[in-house]
């Protein structure tokens, strides 16, 4: 395998939670308030979304809000701001700009902070509603979209992707007959929905009493084709459960 986050064990192959297959997906929210009437959100920091344009400027829409955060605004890889979505009411159709640009392409990313707006605040959330370049306004982008990566050397590379937020999603595209996604256990760990083609097949629970790292959990008996997995996390939790964790530390396909 060339690519480095790629691993083959005789017949089995590792990938690794930001894998060339591997994508992740912020919760999406409906709401006719918005542009397009969705906006996508997240808020737990280092969780990103990135949009490509061409321009010398470019107008990020996004609500303001009691538990709206702090995010980061690069582009092409260069902060350009920090931006503070706090306010006491929530508003629809904030706009976030960043100008003096080269008129070139460019990759506008929004990085959560993971830091409440003000003391008052009642969360770090961060929506990303719209973009506008010039006179054109795309009201449902397409985003890459990247959710907070925890360390600790009991994940594969030192790495695994982790979220709580009700809608936040994880997808793998692979082929072969079984696949399995390594997970974590613990108090934290709450309730996840298990996809294969659109089909859901199971729900997970990942609360445990003490905390247990390379959980295994695996669909099998699948025929020789392309297939996708996709987990969603549903935001809730086993009776006793502290939170509502989902991690996602690598895939086996056989």
Do not use: C
Request: net charge positive.
């Amino acid at each position: 395998m060339s690519h480095p986050l790629l691993y083959e064990v005789n017949t089995r192959v590792y990938l690794q939670e930001r894998g060339v297959a591997v994508h992740a997906r912020w919760a999406a929210r409906k709401n006719a308030a918005a542009f397009g009437g969705s906006y996508v959100t997240e808020r737990r920091a280092g969780a990103s979304a990135a949009w490509s344009f061409v321009g010398t400027a470019v107008t990020w829409w996004t609500m303001t809000g009691p538990n709206q955060g702090k995010a980061a605004v690069y582009v092409d890889g260069v902060r350009k701001a920090t931006f503070d979505n706090f306010a006491t009411a929530r508003h629809f159709h904030v706009a976030r700009l960043v100008k003096g640009l080269k008129n070139t392409r460019h990759t506008v990313t929004i990085r959560v902070s993971g830091v409440k707006g003000a003391a008052a605040g009642t969360g770090t959330s961060v929506a990303v509603d719209a973009f506008t370049v010039g006179k054109s306004r795309t009201a449902t982008p397409a985003l890459a979209m990247q959710l907070r990566r925890a360390a600790n050397s009991h994940y594969l590379d030192g790495h695994a992707l982790v979220a709580d937020v009700a809608g936040d999603a994880v997808t793998m595209t692979f082929r072969g007959t079984a696949v399995a996604w390594w997970t974590v256990k613990g108090r934290n760990q709450g309730k996840v929905a298990v996809y294969l083609d659109g089909v859901r097949k199971a729900v997970v629970d990942n609360y445990a009493a003490t905390t247990k790292f390379g959980v295994k959990r695996s669909l099998t008996g699948l025929a020789d084709k392309v297939h996708t997995l996709k987990l969603v996390v549903l935001g809730t939790h086993h009776k006793g459960g502290t939170g509502t964790w989902v991690t996602v530390d690598r895939f086996s396909v056989t």
